[in-house]
């Protein structure tokens, strides 16, 4: 595989299965020309009148969609690890005899597991979206066919719209629907808030399949997902389990030290002025944002300082706080509890937000660069301010990209993560995998003090003379390998099995094999 | 040489920080030694240069050694190393191999220093240990006692005395909690010379006791050149304790405070803990009074429920309406709520600054009573505002100078 040298250093590859790729070029360097790709042009005719589009199963359904060998098939990530879905399609996929499909899901989850011996037996040839638990170890043993591409939930719909990826079939599990294809997520049993992730693959698939486990009666209200965009209806006896939505990362860590780092991330948010009133603020997924939340609620009310928005993943935690007035309105891209989901579906103030609304690339503006300050986390931040989210610093593929990337264009962006993780440490000489260029990262929380890039001198000026324990990123990387050694650099193989997309749709980093 | 196979350390799906090693001694054949790792691709090499390292300073050229390592530092490394060699040779003289020194180490400690909040930290467990500096309690005490099974009260000590050399434990005071006597008088060697300020002695029945601890401390530091002071606290924990409380905490002028632990306490009373905890009344006064007729301060004994913080509140009120200036803590978030609870509020410093003013300016007049608003204001009264000052002071809530600047 050929590989040149992007910007920032890194080698990445220059053809990604077959498509030509374009190596990073530095922050805002890349401007695409031309026009949006577009579905094939439908006629209503072609559907019945009376708008009942079920089909008996999920096989008739694809083929009636006319699948082959080799297609595009997607699917969303709104029930997280409760997804019941994917294994089902490809199940189907496999009793049909299909070859080579290329899976591309919002996101994955470990869940799906069983998908790796599918690709083991042919059906699947590749899976382009976030690969972590068993399916990042079969992408970094080297087992997967084709490279892996990881891209942010804004990076996705860059691809579908510059026509990157190309969709042949959506298949969209909605937890309600009605015969026509009109679909939302806030009702029913399955019910899991917004069904936004599949809104571009809804709009340009080739097909689009909707699944539901609660067929309603026309017409299903709202319709998040409009029906004059599918294809078919397929009943399905389950599609997700939303008790499972609130998986690994959306639990509020309960380890003293890590709500202590949030606290701290809290405190610099409100003594660096970023909290006042009419400000907006977002955070991730993982325990340690979610509880910075928390102390921030209780800051703000001793402030008696409210937001205008918040930017979610909404969770219980956001919902009270929009429920006590202490924020305007929630806009929110995917639900991360049951909290969230009810308040999506009763409160009008609680808005379902898509990634092109929140992120794309190829918007008219996005709302991430209008947030004032955005907290996530991170698996290792180097001495630059680089950072990484999806390997772990054996070389492992751990994690997603989801919106991560696409945040960073907030006014101000702090990542929340502990010095060191069991002797492994967090801050180091360089990135294993860089997944955001360090001039985007302003500042680091950690449980040894907070580092602040010195390109914002205007945050170090802010927080000057209270109290806070702001260090040199050096100095907390020096009290780490005191206390842990000087670490080792992981020995990889020079074997790419991955990319890493910027949210331009141009290579960032690679990912290497692991050595077994 | 027979063979005998002993391991030290714990493993496990659970197991954070730490590690678990098996030894089998041998009589040739050199150092057979292996890591098993989550973190070999990056400590690898240098866990296993460092296990070659503690083997040879400990006097082991043969041997058979299997690791299991769960992310532990090199200080945990060495300890469980070492508790390992000395499990299989109870009988040799083992030298000591002592990690380097970290920040913290050698730091001095006061007298009449801040100790609203102790911290306990179970002495076996290395996890805890390494961050507990950022919760900001008072002092952190390393246990070697009751969080501690029968089976691993060697491994430790070991532990402790190396986390005491080189955690970082930033400006807490280092604390031990020593086993009962006579077996804890065997730990304070190793404590003193790893820099620990204040032991704490449980179960604590007579001043001869404390005499006895005093003696020892003293013949150590003595002996080893160690030029900082090692403290005591006695725990009161049995009804006999708490008759002897007054001569325990006067025994030593090592003695810095007196506490109390009310679990064991009520056990030998025989009744029964309540939530109003009348049973312990006199106990908690007896012990107050016994640390204030002694100079020394007085703390409170630990609230169990770790979630219920209203309630860790409330009992500190009535701990610091008794008199008493502080209390341990066994979760890290009790922490901020024992330091707020036995710090002077901003309400109770502003009135404790009138009643002083007041009180100069009356003495000032040759008067020796004065009225603040409707309450008569006598020299009790002053020493307590002074006492609040005081703490306020520590605390950083108000200014050393704070009269003079008033006056300007």
Redesign the interface.
């Known amino acids: 595989m050929k590989l040149v040298k992007n910007a920032l250093g890194r080698m990445v590859p220059t053809d990604i299965n077959g498509t030509p790729a374009v190596p990073f070029p530095g922050l805002g360097k890349h401007r695409p020309t031309g026009r949006k790709a577009g579905p094939p042009i439908p006629t209503c005719l072609d559907y019945p009148e009376d708008g009942d589009k079920t089909v008996p199963d999920l096989r008739a359904a694809l083929e009636k969609c006319g699948i082959r060998d080799g297609m595009t098939i997607s699917t969303h990530h709104h029930f997280r690890d409760g997804d019941l879905l994917a294994n089902q399609l490809f199940a189907t996929c496999a009793e049909m005899g299909l070859k080579d499909l290329v899976w591309f899901p919002s996101a994955s989850f470990p869940c799906h597991e069983p998908l790796t011996k599918l690709m083991d037996s042919g059906v699947i040839h590749h899976i382009e979206g976030s690969l972590n638990g068993p399916l990042g170890d079969y992408c970094t043993a080297g087992k997967m066919r084709g490279l892996g591409v990881l891209r942010s939930h804004g990076g996705r719909w860059q691809a579908i719209q510059d026509g990157e990826v190309h969709i042949d079939i959506a298949v969209i599990a909605a937890p309600a629907a009605d015969p026509f294809g009109n679909a939302n997520g806030v009702q029913g049993p399955s019910a899991c808030g917004s069904l936004y992730f599949a809104l571009a693959d809804s709009t340009y698939a080739d097909k689009v399949i909707v699944c539901t486990d609660n067929l309603v009666t026309f017409p299903c209200v709202p319709w998040q997902i409009q029906g004059n965009n599918v294809d078919s209806v397929v009943r399905l006896e389950r599609i997700g389990d939303p008790g499972k939505i609130v998986s690994g990362t959306t639990e509020v860590t309960r380890s003293p030290d890590r709500l202590y780092i949030a606290e701290l991330t809290a405190r610099f948010i409100r003594d660096s002025g970023i909290m006042r009133d009419g400000f907006s603020f977002q955070a991730g997924a993982g325990g340690t944002s979610l509880a910075f939340a928390v102390y921030l609620q209780e800051m703000m009310r001793a402030a008696g300082v409210k937001a205008r928005f918040i930017r979610a993943g909404s969770n219980r935690h956001l919902v009270a706080m929009l429920e006590q007035g202490l924020t305007d309105y929630i806009l929110d891209g995917q639900t991360f509890d049951l909290e969230g989901v009810r308040s999506m579906r009763d409160n009008p103030r609680h808005v379902a937000t898509s990634p092109f609304t929140s992120y794309s690339f190829h918007g008219k503006g996005n709302f991430a660069s209008m947030v004032d300050v955005v907290v996530l986390g991170a698996t290792e931040v180097d001495v630059n301010f680089n950072a990484n989210v999806v390997t772990h610093s054996d070389g492992r593929l751990r994690h997603g990209i989801g919106g991560w990337q696409n945040c960073m264009y907030a006014r101000c962006t702090i990542l929340s993560v502990p010095a060191m993780r069991d002797r492994l440490p967090v801050i180091v000489d360089e990135v294993t995998t860089l997944c955001a260029p360090g001039e985007l990262v302003d500042v680091i929380v950690t449980e040894l003090g907070i580092a602040v890039n010195p390109l914002r001198r205007d945050l170090l000026d802010a927080v000057k003379g209270k109290g806070l324990p702001v260090r040199a990123i050096q100095d907390i990387k020096a009290d780490i390998e005191r206390m842990c050694g000087k670490p080792a650099r992981p020995g990889l193989t020079d074997n790419v099995v991955a990319a890493v997309k910027w949210v331009d749709g141009t290579v960032l980093d690679s990912v290497y094999q692991v050595p077994v | 040489m027979m063979a005998t196979t002993v391991s030290a350390g714990r493993r496990g799906k659970d197991v ?2 730490d590690l678990w090693v098996e030894l089998e001694l041998r009589d040739s054949g050199g150092i057979d030694l292996q890591v098993n790792s ?2 070999d ?6 866990n296993r240069k460092l296990a070659q390292d503690v083997l040879k300073a400990l006097g082991v050229s043969n041997a058979r050694v299997c690791i299991e390592d ?5 200080f945990v490394i060495m300890a469980r190393i070492e508790t390992a060699v000395r499990r299989a040779q109870p009988q040799r003289k083992i030298p000591e191999f002592l990690p380097d020194a ?1 920040p913290s180490f050698g730091r001095p400690t006061t007298r009449d220093r801040w100790r609203r909040s102790r911290l306990y930290l179970p002495g076996n467990e290395p996890k805890f240990m ?2 507990a500096r ?2 900001e309690p008072d002092a952190v005490i390393l246990d070697l006692e009751d969080s501690v099974p029968p089976g691993d009260k060697d491994a430790a000590l070991i532990l402790v005395r190396n986390a005491l050399r080189a955690v ?1 434990f930033g400006d807490c005071e280092r604390m031990v909690r020593i086993n009962q006597l006579p077996g804890g008088m065997d730990e304070l060697e190793p404590l003193a010379l790893a820099g620990v300020n204040v032991i704490l002695i449980p179960k604590c029945e007579s001043a001869d006791e404390v005499q006895a601890v005093d003696r020892h401390v003293a013949g150590i530091l003595q002996k080893h050149h160690v030029k900082n002071d090692v403290f005591l606290i006695p725990i009161v924990e049995t009804c006999e304790g708490m008759f002897e409380a007054r001569r325990i905490a006067r025994a030593s002028r090592r003695v810095v405070a007196l506490t109390y632990g009310l679990e064991d306490y009520v056990a030998d009373l025989g009744g029964s803990k309540t939530q109003a905890g009348l049973e312990s009344l006199w106990a908690r006064s007896q012990a107050v009074n016994a640390a204030k007729a002694a100079g020394v301060q007085a703390i409170d004994t630990v609230f169990a429920d770790v979630e219920d913080m209203a309630a860790l509140e409330a009992s500190c009120r009535a701990a610091r309406e008794l008199g008493f200036e502080g209390k341990g803590c066994i ?3 009790q922490i901020p709520v024992v330091n707020s609870a036995f710090t002077p509020s901003a309400a109770e410093i502003e009135k404790a600054q009138k009643i002083v003013l007041a009180f100069e300016e009356a003495q000032a007049r040759g008067r020796n009573v004065v009225c603040v608003g409707s309450k008569m204001v006598d020299p009790p009264v002053v020493q307590r505002a002074l006492k609040t000052i005081e703490l306020a002071v520590g605390a950083g809530r108000l200014n050393v100078d704070w009269d003079k600047q008033e006056d300007q």
């Open positions: 954070r920080s989550k973190i691709f990056m400590y690898g090499e240098a769960s992310g532990a530092l090199p970290g390494l961050n950022i919760h970082d979760h890290p978030r």
